[in-house]
């Protein structure tokens, strides 16, 4: 009897929705439905065609009742039954979306609904608005909206294939470059290059919105970590028709994209390294991060947002949540749910969602974690703990005050919760104390030949010919080089002249009987031929001749014809064919495992074909340099180590002498001679390292003590 007074009263109620309020038709999942837009509040709600009937009956003049009799006369037996009508009038108060008898009598017509706030803080996340840019947006509009048209997709996907046709001759060198531009070294820059484009980013998709006829009713920055991500209010947008949705939510990608491939046609075309470098760390940050995060579906990105609204799924996030909260529920606390029915359907690409989208925040939340721990010192760690708290232990909190309390309409079972809860400790017990784990490092390296012979220059001149070539066998004594000095040879000239005349003048003197003039051009004649046997020697070392026998291994010898070569110059180093070793550059946090590896074998892998064979990792440098053991390693020559000009050639011209960044020690791998003959002098490789086997426990606990020894 109490209920159906409250339903009686409930009919007699006079609702009136507020004047403001808006409907828009649209057609979506197959389905007729309208949208109700309260944009004083920045609200919009997506209702059904009963729904719509018997909001549009709510004027004020007649009673739910009244409208509840209406909808029943045009809709028959898809009208709504008076328990859905009370549900939607509670929400429509609940919302602030009716104006009540007792609002009339106060007053109170004009009340807004006051915006809900968060609560608590949220240290690792915090959001910081700016304003509404609406005004902004319309003034650019008519400049750059036309982007966002037919005209502009042309010009985006001509823009697209220019980029692709300029960079595929530098496939090559733009993945050696990459490596060093996404060094920790360059990511200052990088985070530089990311806002300015985020900034870019949330422009393109308000003016999209603003185009297709949508308001952008706030802008302004999320700190998260300290990181600020800006962003832009596109709520407007649930009003427009589908594919303009899809394009607004597109639209900041496609901008990325566009600067992405202007940057590729400049880096393409300039030799400036400095210049090459941030249009690089551009094209990389504007493509390849911006498609991992905005174009990935499973982050309440842009990505989502095109799935959703292409597979008409707007409750696609909550409804994959929803889900799994219902299967955790079941199987895991034994209570009975109801299984959702959703208007969508396909539950199954539902289920499928939630599972994989759960996964990936949770691998994007450690990975946060860990970055804000390592970047930012003592207070990353503060900021890394606000972040464990509010992501991983506030959640853990109330599940586990659900299952001790329960709710109202539910009671889990807290025996079932135990035995999970002890099988699934012991479980992991069972894991980290039976599985093995190895212990590996991978190490940049370049296959050179034991104890081989650096051929050269030991005079100077201009290269005139060429007697070897790269990979040709060569006895001791043959012909490498043949060199010119022209100024050399003016003066063995001008020597053997003045040696002749001091030969004549001391026989004059002999003849006259002068005996002192004699001995004195005696003794200068023997000084000019002192100086003529050195000229002699240095003509003689124009003509380079091979130390021993060996293998030639040098970088296209024939470009050095006509060149000026300087004494102590290298040319070419002959080796053993069969006698080679890998030198590989250990980095400082690594020096254990490689101490660990010297009883141990080592997998050799070439970095251009993928060959792999086994070596013998068998000494190590004492100390460590910042000199590079072979200029292939350096970034400046496509190598995988960062590298400077060093301090002492940075005020000259010569910009080849390179060092390292950070001290590394060099380790030696010999090669066996059956296949060492495989392997080329100069070529890049990567050689693994695996230490000895370990439990699973034990690994944890020594990366957690080197983790926190490091920090501290």
Request: with cysteine; net charge negative; glycine share 8%.
């Amino acid at each position: 009897m109490s209920l159906d007074h409250r339903t009686y009263e409930l009919r007699q109620l006079r609702p009136r929705l507020r004047e403001e309020l808006s409907f828009s038709w649209q057609s979506y999942g197959g389905a007729e439905c309208y949208v109700l837009e309260d944009e004083a509040n920045g609200a919009y709600f997506r209702i059904g065609l009963p729904e719509y009937t018997f909001l549009s009956l709510l004027d004020g003049r007649g009673t739910v009742g009244d409208a509840l009799s209406h909808t029943a006369n045009v809709l028959g037996a898809d009208a709504l039954s008076e328990s859905q009508a009370a549900s939607i009038v509670r929400w429509l108060a609940d919302s602030k979306l009716i104006v009540l008898e007792s609002d009339l009598v106060n007053g109170n017509t004009a009340r807004r609904a006051a915006p809900q706030k968060r609560g608590g803080l949220n240290p690792p996340s915090q959001k910081v608005p700016f304003g509404s840019p609406q005004s902004l947006l319309a003034a650019i509009e008519p400049i750059l909206g036309g982007l966002f048209s037919g005209f502009g997709l042309m010009l985006w996907t001509a823009l697209m294939i220019v980029a692709c046709w300029q960079m595929a001759p530098h496939v090559d060198r733009l993945w050696q470059e990459s490596s060093v531009v996404l060094s920790p070294h360059n990511w200052l820059w990088i985070a530089a290059w990311g806002l300015g484009l985020k900034v870019v980013h949330e422009l393109s998709h308000g003016l999209a919105c603003v185009r297709f006829g949508g308001r952008v009713r706030d802008a302004g920055a999320v700190f998260l970590l300290f990181a600020p991500i800006p962003y832009v209010d596109l709520t407007s947008t649930w009003r427009l028709p589908k594919w303009h949705r899809i394009v607004i939510s597109l639209a900041g990608m496609l901008a990325e994209l566009a600067l992405a491939a202007i940057a590729a046609i400049a880096w393409a075309n300039t030799t400036d390294e400095l210049v090459r470098q941030h249009l690089l760390q551009l094209i990389l940050t504007a493509s390849v991060v911006t498609l991992l995060f905005n174009a990935n579906p499973l982050m309440r990105f842009d990505g989502y947002y095109v799935l959703a609204d292409w597979l008409e799924l707007p409750n696609l996030a909550i409804h994959g949540q929803q889900l799994l909260a219902n299967i955790a529920k079941r199987w895991l606390l034994g209570v009975s749910v109801t299984s959702p029915n959703w208007p969508e359907g396909r539950t199954w690409l539902v289920a499928l969602y939630g599972i994989t989208s759960a996964v990936w925040r949770t691998v994007v939340s450690v990975s946060l974690i860990v970055a804000a721990a390592a970047w930012w010192d003592g207070a990353g760690m503060l900021l890394a703990v606000g972040a464990i708290f509010a992501w991983f232990i506030q959640p853990l909190w109330r599940s586990l005050r659900y299952v001790v309390i329960g709710s109202p309409f539910e009671q889990p079972s807290r025996v079932r919760f135990a035995l999970f809860s002890i099988t699934a400790v012991a479980g992991m017990m069972l894991l980290l104390d039976d599985t093995p784990t190895w212990n590996s490092v991978k190490l940049p390296g370049v296959v050179e030949y034991v104890d081989a012979a650096i051929v050269r220059a030991e005079g100077a001149g201009f290269l005139e010919e060429v007697g070897v070539e790269s990979g040709q066998i060569v006895e001791a004594g043959d012909l490498l080089f043949r060199l010119t000095n022209a100024e050399l040879e003016a003066q063995r000239r001008e020597l053997r002249a003045e040696v002749e005349r001091s030969e004549l003048r001391s026989r004059v003197a002999q003849h006259a009987g002068d005996l002192a003039s004699m001995s004195a051009e005696d003794d200068n004649r023997l000084s000019l031929r002192a100086k003529l046997s050195e000229l002699d020697h240095l003509h003689e070392a124009l003509l380079i001749r091979a130390p021993r026998a060996g293998m030639i291994s040098a970088s296209d010898l024939h470009s050095l014809i006509g060149s000026y070569v300087t004494p102590g110059q290298e040319l070419l180093v002959i080796g053993n064919p069969d006698d080679k070793e890998v030198r590989v550059l250990i980095a400082q946090d690594q020096f254990d495992a490689a101490e660990i590896a010297n009883m141990n074998n080592a997998l050799v892998r070439l970095n251009g074909d993928g060959s792999e064979t086994i070596g013998h990792f068998h000494k190590v440098d004492p100390r460590a340099t910042t000199h590079p053991p072979h200029p292939a390693l350096c970034a400046g020559a496509g190598g995988p180590v960062a590298t400077k000009i060093s301090q002492e050639h940075r005020s000259s011209n010569d910009r080849n002498q390179q060092e390292f960044l950070d001290p590394h020690v060099v380790g030696y791998v010999k090669l066996d001679s059956n296949i060492g003959h495989q392997f080329g002098p100069g070529q890049l490789a990567t050689v693994q390292i695996n230490g000895p086997r370990r439990l699973l426990r034990d690994w944890l606990l020594e990366a957690s003590r080197k983790w926190f020894s490091t920090r501290s």
